[in-house]
């Protein structure tokens, strides 16, 4: 696994902890429980940045969301909740 979200629920930001990056791009697809896309985030990391801060989610609804996260041609999914 090359990335981990540090907190599985969220309000307005997502904070992403990185381990094992083999490339400097990472890209990330916020999608709501229909599958839609909510948001999607697109960064190239410095090497030595271990963490990466996603804001202004606050606009989206209370709900369960799946991330999807992908870098070079490895990818992980996981699921978050946003809250009050």
Request: proline share 4%.
């Amino acid at each position: 696994m090359f990335a981990k979200v540090k907190y599985p629920v969220f309000i307005d930001a997502l904070k992403l902890e990185l381990a094992n990056c083999s490339s400097s791009c990472l890209k990330a697809v916020l999608k709501d429980e229909g599958g839609s896309i909510c948001g999607t985030l697109e960064a190239t990391l410095p090497e030595q940045e271990r963490e990466i801060t996603w804001r202004g989610l606050n606009h989206l609804p209370y709900g369960v969301y799946t991330l999807e996260v992908s870098q070079g041609e490895d990818e992980m999914k996981t699921r978050l909740v946003k809250r009050v």
